[in-house]
């Protein structure tokens, strides 16, 4: 007899299960996506022990007939696909046919569902992969699936799960997560003894932000908005070897760009508040995750990472989500355009806003986009708040400390965001103006940013163009600038202003080839490690653009004959150490913009103003003047904020002003 034997419909679709049913936000996450497809507007959510025990889900969507509901636990079972050809152009969440079928193989699944047209409705149970009852019930439109005891028939994988509050963390963490990105739809959440979100249906993604997680995170965002036509990208071709039969150049429609993005101020430990959607499909993809380290590189520390929400539109045959069983991951057609895009989107998203950060904001942190504890959101201005929680606010589940918002403090609260036109290659911010639009195309390569920004930012949100109107009032302990205008008090944190000032300098001038240097009477020997000198081949083009003439003077030794104006001495020493120590990994992974821009960072800081010193009052003039010109006065290269607004309002309020 063989031994190779066809595995029964229950085994394959167990096999499937551990592919697509992880735990119960997996589950979720299936159920969530169909309902969506299926274009319900009202979503409800029950989950109990985690989910565990009970997993229910009820919408309102279009529903199914008796015929439809059966096929719908069939592998591979589907409506919305027909050909091979339609994987290339996928416009739904859900589309394999493999969520229903893999779910009713590890747990007790009973199925409600009747569509607008149907007078009767269909109700099914099913256990472990085992049709048991199917019969007609009289049923409201729309779809109610109950997941009960999950894994009770597979169980080395329910011991696999987190604790109950783990599991519903994740869940919770999951229904946000489509929450933001349906602002249109009314999405709850309950577990067994308490609601954790309440999200009537609002006008669009900013109302959504503000709804859920309040007017102080949604205040330390930036609105982001670009586009740009695939037809017209100027992407290049590759070669004709590397083309291969089945190359083709990009067809026309847009790529899009909207949300919001955290200023410098506000920083997060991991990546867990970065929320990018493609097509309204979740997704935590390498490429784009890189794109937002590049955007914020030299903005905050690289340890850092920022808050982000945004929401990538293109044509569904750019972009390929049939590569992951979870369907988590993408694969772009144009990996490297989509990269510099929304790298430079963002980039130029700081770069114009310029955000202040103020004083008390430095002080205390802001709330995360996943966590567990409860914050009573007060109803938003113009929204009806009969829509509400019955206690006058919006339960939501969100992050940090739990806290209160007055109604009287949403007033006059502006809560527009980015409206996309009809008229291609350039959005607005209505209300606002502020526009973005695409001058020229980004490729591969390219150093300069291709988003241009015109306007200014809402009145709301503080910036640092008014630096240039400072009068400076002196120093405290010789090492921060007390300056003032208009708009309150500010304190500037001398060393990394200038600091800041130095950096952009060194790579305007690495750039053109016009480094200043300065040559050294006597050549500076600066003893290294073997380890070091290797470095230092490696990296030994790049010093001398920057203005160092260097060569090893015997095995272990670096003879300096030049460097760069203003670094000199012990502080000479020190950036050279610094810049050589880089670990053989790190060389592998860091591409040349990366490598100039940490040259160029930590020249920039070793040459700086030091904290302690004394300076004349034009030096302090010059300092702040310099420091307005600036692409990026928010952040030292390294991350540390440069300067503090303690603003009038606030001053006031400590009084007992207002």
């Known amino acids: 007899m063989g031994k190779i034997r066809v595995l029964s419909d229950q085994v394959a679709n167990q096999i499937a299960a551990g592919e697509v049913v992880e735990r119960p936000a997996s589950v979720v996450k299936e159920l969530l996506e169909n309902s969506l497809d299926a274009g319900a507007t009202r979503i409800r959510l029950e989950i109990e022990a985690g989910g565990r025990k ?31 050809d339609d994987l290339l152009s996928i416009s ?12 009713a193989s590890v747990a007790r699944v009973s199925l409600e569902t009747r569509a607008v047209e149907d007078e009767v409705g269909t109700m099914l ?14 049923l409201p439109a729309g779809t109610t699936i109950a997941v009960r005891d999950l894994f009770f028939n597979t169980p080395a994988r329910r011991k696999f799960l987190r604790s109950e509050q783990t599991e519903l963390g994740h869940v919770a963490a999951l229904v946000t997560h489509y929450a933001l990105a349906h602002p249109d739809k009314h999405f709850e959440l309950h577990s067994s003894t308490q609601s954790l979100l309440v999200a009537p249906a609002v006008a669009n993604a900013g109302e ?79 490429l784009i ?18 808050v982000v929400l945004l929401f990538l539109e293109m044509p569904p045959q750019e972009v390929d989500v049939n590569v992951h069983p979870a369907k988590t991951e993408v694969r772009f057609r144009q990996g490297s355009f989509v990269h510099d895009f929304v790298r430079d989107a963002v980039r130029t998203a700081q770069m114009n806003a310029r955000p202040a950060a103020s004083f008390f904001a430095a002080l205390n942190s802001v709330p995360t986009l996943a966590s567990s504890l409860l914050v009573d959101v007060s109803p938003l201005p113009g929204v009806d708040p009969a829509v509400f929680a019955p206690n006058g606010g919006l339960q939501a589940l969100v992050a940090g400390s739990e ?19 009809a008229s291609p290659g350039r959005l ?106 290797v470095t ?19 095995p272990r030794t670096l003879a300096v004959k030049a460097t760069p104006v203003g670094l000199e001495g012990r502080e000479l020493e020190r950036m050279l150490e610094e810049v050589l120590a880089v670990t053989e990994r790190e060389q592998q992974v860091e591409n040349e913009e990366a490598r100039r821009t940490r040259i160029a960072a930590s020249i920039a800081c070793h040459a700086a103003i030091k904290i302690n010193m004394p300076l004349e009052p034009a030096k302090i003039d010059w300092l702040l003047t310099e420091l307005g010109k600036t692409e990026h006065p928010t952040s030292c290269p390294h991350g540390r904020p440069i300067a503090l607004r303690y603003s009038l309002k606030d001053i006031q309020r400590a009084f007992q002003r207002i």
């Open 289 to 306: 995750l890189h794109a937002f380290t590049e955007a914020y590189r030299n903005i905050i520390p690289p340890t850092s990472y920022p």
């Open 54 to 84: 009970l997993i229910r889900i009820v919408d309102n969507g279009h529903g199914m007939g008796r015929d439809d509901a059966l096929l719908a636990f069939e592998r591979h079972a589907t409506s919305k696909l027909r050909s091979s």
């Open 536 to 554: 230092f081949a490696a990296i030994a083009e790049e010093l001398e653009r920057n203005g160092f003439e260097a060569e090893p003077f015997g």
């Open 92 to 103: 739904t969440l859900g589309f394999r046919g493999e969520a229903l079928p893999s779910i």
């Open 125 to 138: 149970e099913i256990a472990g992969g085992n049709l048991l009852r199917v019969e007609d019930a009289g």
């Open 208 to 286: 959504r932000l503000y709804q859920i997680f309040g007017r102080e995170t949604f205040e330390s965002l930036i609105p982001v908005a670009a586009e740009l036509d695939f037809s017209r990208a100027g992407l290049p071709e590759p070669p004709p070897w590397k083309r291969g039969e089945d190359y083709e150049a990009p067809e026309p429609g847009f790529i899009r760009l909207t949300g919001f993005v955290s200023k410098p101020e506000l920083q997060k430990l991991n990546r867990n508040s970065i929320y990018v959607f493609v097509n309204g499909r979740l997704i935590r993809d390498r």
């Open 403 to 421: 806290s209160f918002i007055e109604p009287q403090d949403t007033a006059s609260f502006d809560l527009r965001a980015p409206v996309v036109p």
């Open 428 to 533: 607005s911010f209505e209300g606002s103006g502020m526009s973005v639009g695409y001058d020229r195309p980004s490729v591969e390569g390219a150093e300069s940013s291709v988003v241009a920004v015109s306007g200014g930012t809402s009145e709301h949100q503080p910036t640092l163009n008014s630096l240039a109107t400072l009068k400076p009032l002196g120093q405290l302990r010789d090492s921060f600038i007390l300056a003032t205008n208009e708009e309150g008090l500010w304190i500037v944190d001398q060393h990394v202003a200038h600091e800041r000032i130095l950096f952009e300098k060194i790579l305007r001038e690495r750039k053109v080839e016009q480094v200043q240097r300065q040559r050294l009477l006597m050549p500076v020997l600066v003893e290294l490690l073997p380890e070091q000198m």
